[in-house]
């Protein structure tokens, strides 16, 4: 796996894991952004779009357009991913809790 696949992979991860820990599990792209940002991944909002359409496409978000933004929700699979229960092929599997 080259380099760029595998920051995908990484995007992805976070983005579903800062999807989780909003009260309402849900996050406009423009947030995504700096979640991204915030562990160094700088890429700008088309690149944020289609990642959130892969996820959307492979059940673990719902989307909703705003105007200029995409607003993702989490949904179960996206959850079971993050739990172990499953693995999204394409998404970093998460740690396990306490590793």
Do not use: C, Y
């Not at 492979?58 to 929700?73: F, R």
Request: proline content about 1%.
């Amino acid at each position: 796996m080259d380099m760029r696949e595998r920051m995908r992979q990484d995007a992805r991860l976070i983005m579903l894991k800062a999807l989780a820990d909003q009260i309402n599990e849900t996050l406009h792209s423009g947030n995504m952004d700096a979640e991204l940002r915030f562990f160094g991944i700088a890429e700008d909002r088309a690149w944020i779009h289609n990642e959130l359409r892969w996820l959307e496409a492979h059940g673990a978000v719902t989307l909703i357009e705003a105007g200029t933004v995409l607003v993702a929700t989490l949904t179960e699979t996206g959850h079971r991913h993050l739990r172990r229960e499953i693995a999204i092929e394409g998404v970093k599997r998460p740690s396990r809790a306490g590793a």
